[in-house]
């Protein structure tokens, strides 16, 4: 069974320090991981995923996380926060038939 | 080709009544996501197809929801005797044998008064 905790409902962090959204994950088969991002009444927008290969996974708009197998981690961060990155932020497992399994969401505010 | 569409954007309907929603995938997914996400909260899986089989059904599908995909393109998503508790927002999804292109749509948001 795959199921996903993200740790902290809520992050505040000030304008230009760093962003850390943790996400930690369970799996019965070898974990496809993705972060998502989705803004007031809009849909989910892909940040970065990962599949295979390399372990530090680099995405849009500044944002990178990096697969931990030994820790069944996949932790979000980026190293300077703009204020347009307050949004609620979701990370994923996928299936045996790519259905995702996402957890309860990280709020992100920055603080200018 | 523009994506996951899916309609409508918004639904209002009455408590008791019955409603449908659509969601044409990418032209060449062959699979078809439903989810459901509730205000703070992350979506929740709820069905998918792989072209018109509908290969697995989440517990949160209760018998007021049936979903179908009859020729392997567009599904529709229909809920019988809505309850308040239904209010939420319905994203469908798409995507071919892996997860790489898989897309999501912009969902419907339905409220039940």
Known sequence: AQSVTQLGSHVSVSEGALVLLRCNY??????????YVQYP????QLLLK??????????????????????????????????SD?????????GSGNQFYFGTGTSLTVIP | DTGVSQDPRHKITKRGQNVTFRCDPISEHNRLYWYRQTL???????TYFQNEAQLEKSRLLSDRFSAERPKGSFSTLEI??????????????????????????????????
């Open chain 2, 80 to 113: 019988q005797r809505t309850e308040q508790g239904d209010s939420a927002m319905y994203l469908c999804a798409s995507s071919g044998e892996t997860v790489y292109g898989y897309t999501f749509g912009s969902g419907t948001r339905l409220t039940v008064v």
């Open chain 1, 86 to 94: 307050a949004a609620e932020y979701f990370c994923a497992v996928s």
């Open chain 1, 41 to 44: 009444n809009q849909g989910l």
């Open chain 2, 40 to 46: 703070g909260q992350g979506p929740e899986f709820l």
């Open chain 1, 50 to 83: 990962y599949t295979t290969g390399a372990t530090l996974v680099k995405g849009i708009n500044g944002f990178e996380a990096e697969f931990k197998k030994s820790e069944t981690s996949f932790h979000l961060t980026k190293p300077s926060a703009h204020m």
């Open chain 1, 26 to 35: 369970s799996s019965s088969v070898p974990p496809y991981l993705f972060w």
